[in-house]
């Protein structure tokens, strides 16, 4: 499938800074893309609820361009200079949102999350401690699908089994296809979903940011975490 080249214009719009990865280029795929653009409507959510946002490598360096994990990875292990996003809020423990790394579930079982924010103090002690972090310590955990047909109910199981062994605050399922039966599904297990998401049709988009919005207007105004 050739790239898509609206997704790439987006993700640069929503993040603000190239992202840079020529390492893998001939690797980087649609499903890869549409990760980082939903990893930049979270953003894009932080920024409207007055969050500040760096760019840092593992190594807390400032990252000056931005480079992605397209297969999943270990949050200790730097690579060719992976990088996520530091967000900070007042009087709240800052957040790192990070592409596809494993967190530990309920069962202490490793999953691969395309998309998590999570608290950063845990994930500095993960990083000193090489250990993948526990997914209680994630303010939102998002799984991505992007698919050139309807989303099959494989898809839609697997997140329920999925959900039902992480503990993060909130999760999301999020796919640019869309599947009657999967909605349902997700709906009845009180699950958060958003489905039709890309550029092209900004007012679903703008329901997805106005969704992860809401989980960061949540998050200041608790009591989880503040400083």
């Given at each position: 499938m050739?790239?898509?080249?609206?997704?790439?214009?987006?993700?640069?719009?929503?993040?603000?800074?190239?992202?840079?990865?020529p390492?893998?280029a001939?690797?980087?795929?649609?499903?890869?893309?549409?990760?980082q653009?939903?990893?930049?409507?979270l953003?894009a959510?932080?920024r409207?609820?007055?969050?500040?946002?760096?760019y840092?490598?593992?190594?807390?360096?400032?990252?000056t361009?931005l480079?992605?994990r397209?297969?999943?990875?270990?949050?200790?292990?730097?690579g060719p200079?992976y990088?996520?996003?530091?967000?900070a809020?007042d009087?709240?423990?800052?957040?790192?949102?990070?592409?596809g790394?494993?967190?530990r579930?309920?069962?202490?079982v490793e999953h691969?999350?395309?998309?998590v924010?999570?608290?950063?103090?845990?994930?500095?002690?993960?990083?000193?401690?090489e250990?993948?972090?526990?997914?209680?310590?994630?303010?939102?955990?998002?799984?991505?699908?992007?698919?050139?047909?309807?989303?099959?109910?494989?898809?839609?199981?697997s997140?329920?089994?999925?959900?039902?062994?992480?503990?993060?605050?909130?999760?999301?399922?999020?796919?640019?296809?869309?599947?009657?039966?999967?909605?349902?599904?997700?709906?009845?297990?009180?699950?958060?979903?958003?489905?039709?998401?890309?550029?092209?049709?900004?007012?679903?988009?703008?329901?997805?940011?106005s969704?992860?919005?809401?989980?960061?207007?949540?998050y200041?105004?608790?009591?989880?975490?503040?400083?």
């Amino acid at each position: 499938m050739p790239i898509d080249r609206q997704l790439q214009a987006e993700i640069l719009r929503l993040v603000g800074i190239a992202v840079n990865a020529p390492y893998a280029a001939s690797r980087v795929q649609n499903n890869d893309l549409f990760e980082q653009y939903v990893f930049g409507l979270l953003l894009a959510a932080a920024r409207l609820e007055h969050g500040s946002i760096t760019y840092r490598r593992a190594n807390g360096l400032i990252a000056t361009s931005l480079c992605f994990r397209i297969s999943p990875g270990w949050i200790y292990r730097d690579g060719p200079g992976y990088t996520h996003a530091l967000i900070a809020f007042d009087r709240k423990m800052p957040v790192e949102a990070h592409i596809g790394i494993r967190v530990r579930g309920t069962s202490e079982v490793e999953h691969e999350c395309d998309i998590v924010a999570l608290l950063a103090d845990h994930a500095s002690f993960c990083r000193v401690n090489e250990v993948s972090p526990a997914s209680k310590s994630a303010l939102v955990a998002i799984e991505c699908k992007h698919l050139a047909s309807n989303t099959n109910l494989n898809y839609g199981r697997s997140f329920v089994g999925l959900a039902r062994d992480l503990s993060a605050k909130h999760e999301f399922f999020v796919t640019n296809s869309t599947s009657r039966t999967v909605e349902r599904l997700l709906q009845e297990q009180t699950l958060k979903w958003e489905h039709n998401v890309r550029p092209s049709l900004p007012d679903i988009s703008g329901k997805l940011t106005s969704a992860f919005r809401e989980v960061f207007k949540g998050y200041k105004a608790g009591r989880w975490a503040s400083l």
